[in-house]
Protein backbone atom coordinates (compact mmCIF):
# COMPACT_ATOMS: atom_id res chain seq x y z
CA UNK A 1 0.00 0.00 0.00
CA UNK A 2 1.38 3.30 -0.50
CA UNK A 3 0.97 5.31 2.56
CA UNK A 4 1.69 8.73 0.57
CA UNK A 5 -1.63 8.15 -1.49
CA UNK A 6 -4.54 6.81 0.33
CA UNK A 7 -7.80 7.34 -0.77
CA UNK A 8 -10.89 7.41 2.08
CA UNK A 9 -14.16 8.52 2.35
CA UNK A 10 -16.22 9.78 5.14
CA UNK A 11 -18.62 7.03 6.62
CA UNK A 12 -19.78 8.99 9.39
CA UNK A 13 -18.91 13.03 11.63
CA UNK A 14 -17.99 11.93 14.94
CA UNK A 15 -18.53 15.44 16.65
CA UNK A 16 -21.54 15.52 17.86
CA UNK A 17 -23.51 18.62 16.57
CA UNK A 18 -23.42 22.05 19.01
CA UNK A 19 -26.23 24.32 20.02
CA UNK A 20 -29.96 23.43 19.92
CA UNK A 21 -32.01 20.90 17.87
CA UNK A 22 -35.65 20.22 17.32
CA UNK A 23 -37.25 16.83 17.10
CA UNK A 24 -39.55 14.46 17.61
CA UNK A 25 -39.59 11.74 19.99
CA UNK A 26 -39.08 8.29 19.06
CA UNK A 27 -39.04 5.52 21.90
CA UNK A 28 -37.82 1.69 21.48
CA UNK A 29 -35.76 -1.13 23.22
CA UNK A 30 -32.69 0.70 22.86
CA UNK A 31 -33.93 3.50 24.30
CA UNK A 32 -35.09 7.38 23.82
CA UNK A 33 -34.11 8.97 20.70
CA UNK A 34 -34.72 12.31 18.87
CA UNK A 35 -35.50 12.38 15.45
CA UNK A 36 -34.27 16.00 14.24
CA UNK A 37 -36.95 17.96 12.18
CA UNK A 38 -33.86 19.45 9.83
CA UNK A 39 -32.56 16.35 8.01
CA UNK A 40 -29.54 17.90 6.99
CA UNK A 41 -28.56 17.63 10.63
CA UNK A 42 -27.90 14.37 12.53
CA UNK A 43 -29.95 11.20 11.53
CA UNK A 44 -30.42 10.50 15.97
CA UNK A 45 -29.60 12.00 19.07
CA UNK A 46 -29.77 9.61 22.01
CA UNK A 47 -31.12 11.04 25.43
CA UNK A 48 -29.99 10.84 28.59
CA UNK A 49 -31.45 8.56 30.59
CA UNK A 50 -32.79 10.50 33.26
CA UNK A 51 -34.83 12.38 30.71
CA UNK A 52 -36.07 8.83 29.60
CA UNK A 53 -39.00 9.20 31.68
CA UNK A 54 -40.15 12.68 30.75
CA UNK A 55 -41.18 12.37 27.33
CA UNK A 56 -43.09 10.28 25.61
CA UNK A 57 -43.57 9.13 21.62
CA UNK A 58 -44.61 11.97 19.74
CA UNK A 59 -43.05 14.70 21.83
CA UNK A 60 -41.80 17.47 20.12
CA UNK A 61 -39.04 18.67 22.02
CA UNK A 62 -35.67 21.34 22.18
CA UNK A 63 -32.78 19.61 23.26
CA UNK A 64 -29.28 21.19 24.43
CA UNK A 65 -26.26 19.49 22.79
CA UNK A 66 -23.67 17.89 25.12
CA UNK A 67 -20.16 17.12 24.95
CA UNK A 68 -20.41 13.22 25.74
CA UNK A 69 -21.68 10.39 23.68
CA UNK A 70 -23.62 7.45 24.29
CA UNK A 71 -23.42 4.38 22.33
CA UNK A 72 -26.22 5.84 19.57
CA UNK A 73 -24.80 9.10 18.71
CA UNK A 74 -24.22 12.14 21.22
CA UNK A 75 -25.87 12.77 24.25
CA UNK A 76 -28.51 15.93 25.29
CA UNK A 77 -31.09 17.33 27.30
CA UNK A 78 -34.38 18.82 27.09
CA UNK A 79 -34.70 21.79 27.43
CA UNK A 80 -38.46 23.11 26.38
CA UNK A 81 -41.01 20.71 25.19
CA UNK A 82 -43.44 22.11 22.69
CA UNK A 83 -46.69 19.24 22.91
CA UNK A 84 -47.46 16.76 21.45
CA UNK A 85 -46.77 15.76 17.32
CA UNK A 86 -50.60 16.37 16.68
CA UNK A 87 -51.00 19.17 19.13
CA UNK A 88 -52.69 22.45 17.25
CA UNK A 89 -49.71 24.86 16.51
CA UNK A 90 -47.09 22.44 17.55
CA UNK A 91 -45.92 23.17 13.88
CA UNK A 92 -45.53 27.18 14.18
CA UNK A 93 -43.97 26.35 17.24
CA UNK A 94 -41.22 23.94 16.19
CA UNK A 95 -40.15 26.10 13.44
CA UNK A 96 -39.56 29.35 15.53
CA UNK A 97 -37.56 27.26 17.90
CA UNK A 98 -35.59 25.73 14.75
CA UNK A 99 -35.38 28.99 13.14
CA UNK A 100 -34.34 30.95 16.34
CA UNK A 101 -37.68 33.09 15.97
CA UNK A 102 -38.31 34.24 19.87
CA UNK A 103 -42.10 33.78 20.32
CA UNK A 104 -42.40 35.88 23.75
CA UNK A 105 -40.97 39.45 24.80
CA UNK A 106 -38.94 40.25 27.46
CA UNK A 107 -40.88 41.25 30.46
CA UNK A 108 -39.20 44.38 30.71
CA UNK A 109 -39.74 45.67 27.02
CA UNK A 110 -43.02 44.54 27.44
CA UNK A 111 -43.55 46.66 30.69
CA UNK A 112 -42.17 49.84 28.93
CA UNK A 113 -44.70 49.26 25.55
CA UNK A 114 -47.28 49.51 28.41
CA UNK A 115 -46.94 52.55 29.64
CA UNK A 116 -47.17 54.50 26.17
CA UNK A 117 -49.64 56.81 25.13
CA UNK A 118 -50.71 59.50 22.55
CA UNK A 119 -47.91 62.33 21.57
CA UNK A 120 -48.85 65.34 22.36
CA UNK A 121 -50.28 67.77 19.48
CA UNK A 122 -47.22 70.17 19.82
CA UNK A 123 -45.10 70.01 16.46
CA UNK A 124 -47.47 67.65 14.53
CA UNK A 125 -50.42 68.73 12.21
CA UNK A 126 -53.89 67.74 13.29
CA UNK A 127 -55.18 66.01 10.66
CA UNK A 128 -58.02 64.10 12.77
CA UNK A 129 -60.90 65.89 10.85
CA UNK A 130 -59.63 64.49 6.78
CA UNK A 131 -61.19 61.13 6.86
CA UNK A 132 -58.91 59.06 6.44
CA UNK A 133 -59.93 55.32 6.18
CA UNK A 134 -57.71 51.57 7.02
CA UNK A 135 -58.35 48.97 3.67
CA UNK A 136 -56.97 45.45 5.45
CA UNK A 137 -57.84 41.84 5.25
CA UNK A 138 -60.40 40.90 7.34
CA UNK A 139 -58.69 39.33 9.95
CA UNK A 140 -55.84 42.03 10.36
CA UNK A 141 -55.25 43.42 13.67
CA UNK A 142 -52.19 45.97 12.96
CA UNK A 143 -53.42 48.56 11.00
CA UNK A 144 -50.25 50.50 9.88
CA UNK A 145 -51.74 52.97 7.24
CA UNK A 146 -54.61 54.92 6.58
CA UNK A 147 -55.57 56.66 3.05
CA UNK A 148 -57.58 59.34 1.26
CA UNK A 149 -57.88 61.16 -2.00
CA UNK A 150 -59.18 63.96 -3.38
CA UNK A 151 -59.63 65.73 -7.19
CA UNK A 152 -56.64 68.42 -7.04
CA UNK A 153 -58.35 71.65 -7.27
CA UNK A 154 -54.79 73.35 -8.69
CA UNK A 155 -55.41 74.17 -12.59
CA UNK A 156 -52.21 73.43 -13.53
CA UNK A 157 -52.69 69.90 -12.81
CA UNK A 158 -56.14 68.96 -14.27
CA UNK A 159 -57.46 65.80 -13.82
CA UNK A 160 -54.58 65.04 -10.83
CA UNK A 161 -54.96 64.16 -7.52
CA UNK A 162 -54.02 64.48 -4.41
CA UNK A 163 -53.04 61.51 -2.11
CA UNK A 164 -51.81 61.17 1.63
CA UNK A 165 -50.93 58.06 2.78
CA UNK A 166 -51.18 58.33 6.61
CA UNK A 167 -48.56 55.55 8.38
CA UNK A 168 -48.26 54.90 12.07
CA UNK A 169 -45.70 57.00 13.74
CA UNK A 170 -43.63 53.51 15.19
CA UNK A 171 -40.66 56.39 15.91
CA UNK A 172 -42.48 58.49 18.73
CA UNK A 173 -43.02 55.24 20.67
CA UNK A 174 -39.57 53.18 20.03
CA UNK A 175 -36.81 55.44 20.61
CA UNK A 176 -33.45 54.71 18.96
CA UNK A 177 -31.14 52.17 21.37
CA UNK A 178 -33.94 51.73 23.69
CA UNK A 179 -35.25 47.59 25.33
CA UNK A 180 -37.99 47.91 22.43
CA UNK A 181 -35.63 49.45 19.23
CA UNK A 182 -33.06 46.49 20.41
CA UNK A 183 -35.75 43.76 20.59
CA UNK A 184 -37.13 44.88 17.29
CA UNK A 185 -33.68 45.40 15.53
CA UNK A 186 -32.84 41.77 16.96
CA UNK A 187 -36.39 40.78 15.25
CA UNK A 188 -35.81 42.30 11.86
CA UNK A 189 -39.73 42.05 11.36
CA UNK A 190 -42.98 39.91 12.38
CA UNK A 191 -43.70 36.64 11.26
CA UNK A 192 -46.83 35.16 9.75
CA UNK A 193 -47.74 31.80 10.35
CA UNK A 194 -51.06 29.88 9.69
CA UNK A 195 -52.05 29.23 13.41
CA UNK A 196 -49.55 32.27 15.10
CA UNK A 197 -48.45 36.03 14.20
CA UNK A 198 -44.97 36.45 15.87
CA UNK A 199 -45.11 40.24 16.18
CA UNK A 200 -41.69 42.20 15.80
CA UNK A 201 -42.81 45.05 18.33
CA UNK A 202 -44.86 44.00 21.80
CA UNK A 203 -48.49 43.58 21.87
CA UNK A 204 -49.57 47.06 23.51
CA UNK A 205 -47.81 49.08 20.61
CA UNK A 206 -48.41 46.63 17.43
CA UNK A 207 -52.28 46.06 18.11
CA UNK A 208 -52.65 48.84 20.48
CA UNK A 209 -50.77 52.12 20.57
CA UNK A 210 -49.32 52.43 16.83
CA UNK A 211 -52.34 50.91 15.36
CA UNK A 212 -54.40 53.19 13.12
CA UNK A 213 -57.62 52.16 14.81
CA UNK A 214 -61.06 53.30 14.05
CA UNK A 215 -62.01 56.45 15.82
CA UNK A 216 -59.00 56.57 18.29
CA UNK A 217 -56.58 59.27 18.02
CA UNK A 218 -52.99 58.38 17.14
CA UNK A 219 -49.74 59.45 16.03
CA UNK A 220 -49.13 59.17 12.30
CA UNK A 221 -46.60 59.98 9.51
CA UNK A 222 -48.27 61.24 6.63
CA UNK A 223 -47.06 61.51 3.00
CA UNK A 224 -48.80 64.36 1.12
CA UNK A 225 -47.99 63.13 -2.57
CA UNK A 226 -49.34 65.25 -5.72
CA UNK A 227 -50.14 63.06 -8.59
CA UNK A 228 -50.69 64.23 -12.59
CA UNK A 229 -53.45 62.33 -14.45
CA UNK A 230 -51.21 60.12 -15.98
CA UNK A 231 -49.99 59.00 -12.87
CA UNK A 232 -46.26 61.06 -12.77
CA UNK A 233 -45.42 62.08 -8.91
CA UNK A 234 -45.07 65.82 -9.10
CA UNK A 235 -44.44 66.41 -5.52
CA UNK A 236 -44.68 65.42 -2.10
CA UNK A 237 -44.60 66.44 1.86
CA UNK A 238 -43.99 64.66 4.63
CA UNK A 239 -45.44 65.67 8.65
CA UNK A 240 -46.14 64.35 11.54
CA UNK A 241 -49.44 64.54 12.76
CA UNK A 242 -52.44 63.21 14.78
CA UNK A 243 -54.72 61.26 12.97
CA UNK A 244 -58.45 59.30 13.57
CA UNK A 245 -59.79 56.57 10.90
CA UNK A 246 -62.89 57.13 10.22
CA UNK A 247 -63.64 53.57 9.00
CA UNK A 248 -61.74 50.43 8.96
CA UNK A 249 -62.49 48.80 5.85
CA UNK A 250 -61.84 45.08 4.26
CA UNK A 251 -60.90 44.38 1.07
CA UNK A 252 -64.36 42.73 -0.10
CA UNK A 253 -66.18 45.72 1.30
CA UNK A 254 -64.46 48.44 -0.21
CA UNK A 255 -64.53 45.96 -3.62
CA UNK A 256 -68.33 45.56 -3.07
CA UNK A 257 -69.21 48.89 -2.69
CA UNK A 258 -67.20 49.91 -5.73
CA UNK A 259 -69.50 47.56 -7.65
CA UNK A 260 -72.31 49.28 -6.39
CA UNK A 261 -73.08 47.22 -3.25
CA UNK A 262 -72.44 49.16 -0.72
CA UNK A 263 -72.51 47.59 2.88
CA UNK A 264 -73.55 50.38 6.13
CA UNK A 265 -70.40 51.06 6.99
CA UNK A 266 -69.13 52.00 3.28
CA UNK A 267 -72.30 53.45 1.91
CA UNK A 268 -71.87 56.77 4.18
CA UNK A 269 -68.44 57.21 2.74
CA UNK A 270 -68.79 56.13 -1.10
CA UNK A 271 -67.70 59.66 -2.27
CA UNK A 272 -64.05 59.05 -0.42
CA UNK A 273 -63.95 55.40 -1.86
CA UNK A 274 -64.75 56.67 -5.39
CA UNK A 275 -61.67 59.26 -4.92
CA UNK A 276 -59.09 56.53 -4.03
CA UNK A 277 -60.27 54.29 -6.98
CA UNK A 278 -59.88 57.70 -9.15
CA UNK A 279 -56.54 58.55 -7.75
CA UNK A 280 -55.29 54.48 -8.60
CA UNK A 281 -56.52 54.81 -11.63
CA UNK A 282 -54.16 57.06 -12.59
CA UNK A 283 -51.92 55.32 -10.74
CA UNK A 284 -52.05 52.13 -12.11
CA UNK A 285 -52.05 53.98 -15.59
CA UNK A 286 -48.32 54.88 -14.72
CA UNK A 287 -47.44 51.38 -13.52
CA UNK A 288 -48.66 49.94 -17.28
CA UNK A 289 -46.75 52.72 -18.80
CA UNK A 290 -43.59 51.76 -16.82
CA UNK A 291 -43.78 48.31 -17.46
CA UNK A 292 -43.39 46.30 -14.43
CA UNK A 293 -43.31 42.88 -13.17
CA UNK A 294 -47.17 41.86 -12.32
CA UNK A 295 -46.83 38.43 -10.68
CA UNK A 296 -50.38 37.70 -10.00
CA UNK A 297 -50.12 34.26 -8.05
CA UNK A 298 -52.59 33.38 -6.00
CA UNK A 299 -52.21 33.46 -2.41
CA UNK A 300 -53.16 29.83 -0.36
CA UNK A 301 -55.12 30.20 2.82
CA UNK A 302 -55.13 26.86 5.82
CA UNK A 303 -58.61 26.54 6.63
CA UNK A 304 -59.22 25.13 10.27
CA UNK A 305 -62.31 23.08 11.39
CA UNK A 306 -63.31 22.92 14.69
CA UNK A 307 -61.50 19.72 15.88
CA UNK A 308 -58.36 22.06 14.76
CA UNK A 309 -57.77 19.94 11.69
CA UNK A 310 -56.66 20.98 8.07
CA UNK A 311 -60.07 21.68 6.96
CA UNK A 312 -59.14 23.14 2.98
CA UNK A 313 -56.83 25.22 1.36
CA UNK A 314 -58.20 27.88 -0.44
CA UNK A 315 -57.16 30.53 -2.64
CA UNK A 316 -57.26 34.16 -0.73
CA UNK A 317 -59.74 36.40 -2.98
CA UNK A 318 -57.80 39.26 -5.08
CA UNK A 319 -59.85 42.23 -5.18
CA UNK A 320 -58.64 45.61 -7.57
CA UNK A 321 -59.09 46.95 -4.14
CA UNK A 322 -55.77 44.81 -3.14
CA UNK A 323 -54.36 46.58 -6.02
CA UNK A 324 -55.38 50.04 -5.23
CA UNK A 325 -53.41 49.97 -1.82
CA UNK A 326 -50.78 48.59 -3.10
CA UNK A 327 -50.25 51.29 -5.59
CA UNK A 328 -50.81 53.84 -2.61
CA UNK A 329 -47.97 52.50 -0.93
CA UNK A 330 -45.61 52.05 -3.78
CA UNK A 331 -46.64 55.81 -4.25
CA UNK A 332 -45.58 56.63 -0.11
CA UNK A 333 -42.25 54.54 -0.72
CA UNK A 334 -41.38 56.08 -3.73
CA UNK A 335 -41.90 59.35 -2.13
CA UNK A 336 -39.70 58.82 0.70
CA UNK A 337 -36.76 56.93 -1.11
CA UNK A 338 -36.79 60.44 -3.39
CA UNK A 339 -36.56 62.81 -0.44
CA UNK A 340 -33.62 60.82 0.98
CA UNK A 341 -31.44 60.42 -1.91
CA UNK A 342 -32.28 64.04 -2.95
CA UNK A 343 -30.82 65.33 -0.02
CA UNK A 344 -27.86 62.72 -0.16
CA UNK A 345 -29.27 61.40 3.60
CA UNK A 346 -28.53 57.57 4.65
CA UNK A 347 -31.74 55.41 3.63
CA UNK A 348 -31.84 51.97 4.03
CA UNK A 349 -33.19 50.95 0.28
CA UNK A 350 -35.65 48.25 -0.55
CA UNK A 351 -33.37 47.03 -3.69
CA UNK A 352 -33.58 44.19 -6.23
CA UNK A 353 -31.03 43.53 -8.87
CA UNK A 354 -31.34 42.28 -12.26
CA UNK A 355 -31.96 37.63 -12.17
CA UNK A 356 -28.60 35.81 -12.35
CA UNK A 357 -27.68 34.76 -15.70
CA UNK A 358 -27.54 30.97 -14.35
CA UNK A 359 -31.27 31.36 -13.54
CA UNK A 360 -31.84 32.45 -16.25
CA UNK A 361 -30.00 29.76 -18.42
CA UNK A 362 -32.09 27.26 -16.74
CA UNK A 363 -35.88 29.36 -16.86
CA UNK A 364 -34.88 29.47 -21.64
CA UNK A 365 -34.30 25.88 -21.13
CA UNK A 366 -38.03 25.12 -19.32
CA UNK A 367 -39.10 27.33 -21.11
CA UNK A 368 -38.00 26.21 -24.48
CA UNK A 369 -39.91 22.80 -23.55
CA UNK A 370 -43.28 24.24 -23.27
CA UNK A 371 -42.63 26.06 -26.44
CA UNK A 372 -42.26 29.59 -25.07
CA UNK A 373 -38.88 31.58 -26.02
CA UNK A 374 -37.64 34.47 -23.52
CA UNK A 375 -35.27 37.12 -25.35
CA UNK A 376 -31.22 36.77 -25.44
CA UNK A 377 -30.99 40.78 -24.89
CA UNK A 378 -27.95 41.02 -23.00
CA UNK A 379 -29.96 43.92 -20.83
CA UNK A 380 -33.25 42.45 -20.24
CA UNK A 381 -36.09 43.84 -18.75
CA UNK A 382 -39.43 43.95 -16.86
CA UNK A 383 -41.34 43.57 -19.69
CA UNK A 384 -39.43 40.96 -21.19
CA UNK A 385 -40.83 38.33 -18.38
CA UNK A 386 -44.33 40.04 -18.59
CA UNK A 387 -44.64 39.16 -21.93
CA UNK A 388 -43.76 35.79 -21.39
CA UNK A 389 -46.83 35.86 -18.49
CA UNK A 390 -49.27 37.92 -20.82
CA UNK A 391 -48.95 34.47 -23.86
CA UNK A 392 -49.24 31.75 -21.08
CA UNK A 393 -52.01 33.30 -19.10
CA UNK A 394 -55.49 31.39 -19.36
CA UNK A 395 -53.46 28.57 -20.56
CA UNK A 396 -52.62 25.58 -18.52
CA UNK A 397 -49.10 26.52 -18.29
CA UNK A 398 -50.05 30.10 -16.81
CA UNK A 399 -49.49 29.23 -12.91
CA UNK A 400 -46.25 26.94 -13.43
CA UNK A 401 -44.43 29.26 -15.75
CA UNK A 402 -45.44 32.36 -13.39
CA UNK A 403 -43.62 30.29 -10.21
CA UNK A 404 -40.70 29.61 -12.43
CA UNK A 405 -40.32 32.97 -13.74
CA UNK A 406 -40.25 34.07 -10.05
CA UNK A 407 -37.78 31.40 -9.11
CA UNK A 408 -35.55 32.82 -11.60
CA UNK A 409 -35.51 36.40 -10.53
CA UNK A 410 -32.91 37.90 -7.66
CA UNK A 411 -34.07 38.21 -4.22
CA UNK A 412 -35.05 41.58 -3.36
CA UNK A 413 -32.99 43.11 -0.17
CA UNK A 414 -31.57 45.83 1.76
CA UNK A 415 -28.89 48.42 0.96
CA UNK A 416 -27.78 51.48 1.89
CA UNK A 417 -26.24 51.31 -1.58
CA UNK A 418 -29.27 52.16 -4.20
CA UNK A 419 -29.21 49.83 -7.08
CA UNK A 420 -33.16 50.48 -8.10
CA UNK A 421 -35.87 47.95 -8.02
CA UNK A 422 -35.78 45.57 -11.42
CA UNK A 423 -38.94 44.40 -10.69
CA UNK A 424 -40.82 47.39 -10.17
CA UNK A 425 -38.36 49.19 -12.69
CA UNK A 426 -37.97 52.11 -10.15
CA UNK A 427 -34.47 54.12 -9.92
CA UNK A 428 -35.62 54.82 -6.28
CA UNK A 429 -37.33 52.90 -3.67
CA UNK A 430 -37.90 51.92 0.31
CA UNK A 431 -40.00 50.44 2.62
CA UNK A 432 -41.90 53.34 4.88
CA UNK A 433 -45.71 51.98 5.18
CA UNK A 434 -45.34 49.08 7.70
CA UNK A 435 -42.87 49.74 10.55
CA UNK A 436 -45.23 48.51 13.17
CA UNK A 437 -44.03 45.16 11.16
CA UNK A 438 -40.31 46.18 9.69
CA UNK A 439 -37.71 47.61 11.13
CA UNK A 440 -36.41 49.00 7.72
CA UNK A 441 -39.54 51.20 7.55
CA UNK A 442 -38.52 52.53 10.99
CA UNK A 443 -35.05 53.65 10.28
CA UNK A 444 -36.58 55.14 7.17
CA UNK A 445 -38.79 56.99 8.99
CA UNK A 446 -35.95 58.07 11.51
CA UNK A 447 -34.27 59.31 8.42
CA UNK A 448 -36.86 61.52 7.30
CA UNK A 449 -37.42 62.55 11.02
CA UNK A 450 -34.15 64.16 10.99
CA UNK A 451 -33.62 64.95 7.51
CA UNK A 452 -37.08 67.05 7.71
CA UNK A 453 -36.47 68.55 11.48
CA UNK A 454 -39.15 66.14 12.48
CA UNK A 455 -38.24 65.48 15.96
CA UNK A 456 -35.29 64.77 18.91
CA UNK A 457 -36.26 60.66 17.50
CA UNK A 458 -34.49 60.79 14.41
CA UNK A 459 -31.72 58.81 13.06
CA UNK A 460 -28.70 58.44 15.22
CA UNK A 461 -25.34 59.14 13.78
CA UNK A 462 -23.73 55.64 15.13
CA UNK A 463 -27.00 54.11 13.49
CA UNK A 464 -26.44 55.16 9.81
CA UNK A 465 -22.99 53.87 10.57
CA UNK A 466 -23.92 50.50 10.98
CA UNK A 467 -26.48 50.83 8.41
CA UNK A 468 -24.85 48.00 5.89
CA UNK A 469 -24.10 45.84 9.10
CA UNK A 470 -28.03 46.07 9.76
CA UNK A 471 -29.27 45.68 6.15
CA UNK A 472 -27.55 42.13 6.08
CA UNK A 473 -29.38 41.51 9.14
CA UNK A 474 -32.63 42.47 8.38
CA UNK A 475 -32.62 40.91 5.28
CA UNK A 476 -31.57 37.60 6.80
CA UNK A 477 -34.34 37.82 9.33
CA UNK A 478 -36.96 38.50 6.48
CA UNK A 479 -35.73 35.16 4.71
CA UNK A 480 -36.13 33.55 8.05
CA UNK A 481 -39.30 34.41 8.20
CA UNK A 482 -40.05 33.25 4.44
CA UNK A 483 -38.58 29.83 5.35
CA UNK A 484 -41.17 29.63 8.14
CA UNK A 485 -43.98 30.54 6.68
CA UNK A 486 -43.47 28.54 3.92
CA UNK A 487 -42.35 25.62 6.35
CA UNK A 488 -45.48 25.91 7.89
CA UNK A 489 -47.59 25.72 4.92
CA UNK A 490 -46.08 22.68 3.40
CA UNK A 491 -46.34 21.02 6.61
CA UNK A 492 -49.93 21.58 6.43
CA UNK A 493 -50.46 21.02 2.88
CA UNK A 494 -48.84 17.53 3.66
CA UNK A 495 -51.09 16.83 6.86
CA UNK A 496 -53.60 17.13 4.64
CA UNK A 497 -52.74 14.80 1.58
CA UNK A 498 -52.01 12.43 4.59
CA UNK A 499 -54.97 10.51 4.01
CA UNK A 500 -54.76 10.80 0.18
CA UNK A 501 -51.65 8.32 -0.08
CA UNK A 502 -52.45 6.11 -3.23
CA UNK A 503 -54.88 8.57 -4.83
CA UNK A 504 -53.58 8.97 -8.38
CA UNK A 505 -53.61 12.65 -9.42
CA UNK A 506 -52.83 14.59 -13.10
CA UNK A 507 -50.15 16.41 -12.14
CA UNK A 508 -47.23 18.57 -14.01
CA UNK A 509 -43.55 18.79 -13.13
CA UNK A 510 -42.54 22.31 -12.71
CA UNK A 511 -39.02 21.59 -11.65
CA UNK A 512 -36.44 19.09 -10.90
CA UNK A 513 -33.89 19.19 -8.10
CA UNK A 514 -31.14 17.37 -6.38
CA UNK A 515 -33.40 16.66 -3.73
CA UNK A 516 -36.45 15.54 -5.42
CA UNK A 517 -39.46 16.90 -7.70
CA UNK A 518 -41.92 19.95 -7.74
CA UNK A 519 -45.37 19.24 -9.13
CA UNK A 520 -48.61 21.29 -9.75
CA UNK A 521 -51.79 19.19 -8.84
CA UNK A 522 -54.67 20.05 -10.94
CA UNK A 523 -58.10 20.57 -9.78
CA UNK A 524 -57.63 18.23 -6.59
CA UNK A 525 -60.30 19.32 -4.27
CA UNK A 526 -63.50 19.13 -6.22
CA UNK A 527 -65.21 20.48 -3.27
CA UNK A 528 -64.06 24.13 -3.97
CA UNK A 529 -66.33 26.40 -6.31
CA UNK A 530 -63.39 26.93 -8.36
CA UNK A 531 -60.12 24.94 -10.02
CA UNK A 532 -56.61 25.96 -9.01
CA UNK A 533 -53.50 24.48 -9.13
CA UNK A 534 -50.99 23.44 -5.76
CA UNK A 535 -47.39 23.73 -5.70
CA UNK A 536 -46.53 20.79 -3.18
CA UNK A 537 -42.88 19.08 -2.85
CA UNK A 538 -43.09 15.59 -4.00
CA UNK A 539 -40.71 14.41 -1.73
CA UNK A 540 -41.99 15.51 1.29
CA UNK A 541 -45.29 13.74 0.63
CA UNK A 542 -43.52 10.52 0.14
CA UNK A 543 -41.39 11.00 3.26
CA UNK A 544 -44.03 12.17 5.65
Request: charged residues 25%; neutral net charge; glycine residues 6%.
Amino acid sequence: MDLNNVEARVMRRLEAPSGQVVGVIEKDHAGTRLKPIDRRGPRDILLSPEVSGTVETGDVVVVEMGSERGHGGPLAKISKRLGQVDTPGVIERMLCAELGISTEFPSDVNAIAKKAGIPHLKGRVDLQSLPLVTIDDADARDFDDAVWATQDPDPDNPGGWRLVVAIADVAAYVKPGDLIDQEARRRGNSVYLPRLVVPMLPEALCNGWCSLKENETRACLAAHIWIARDGSILRHRFERALMKSTARLTYAAVQTAREGTPDTTTRPILQEINALYGAYSSLKASRAERKTLDFDLPERKIIFNDSEDVQEISIRPRYESHRLIEEFMIAANVAAAEVLSNANAPCMYRVHDQPPLDKLESLRSYLRGIGYKLSRSRRLTPQHFQQILNKTKGSEHEEAVATTILQAQSQAEYSPENIGHFGLNLQRYAHFTSPIRRYSDLLVHRSLIRHLHLGMDGLLDQDSANFAVTAADISATERRAVRAERGANDRYKTLFMADKRGAEFAAKVTSVTRFGLFIIINDIFKEFTHSFYWIICFLLILNT
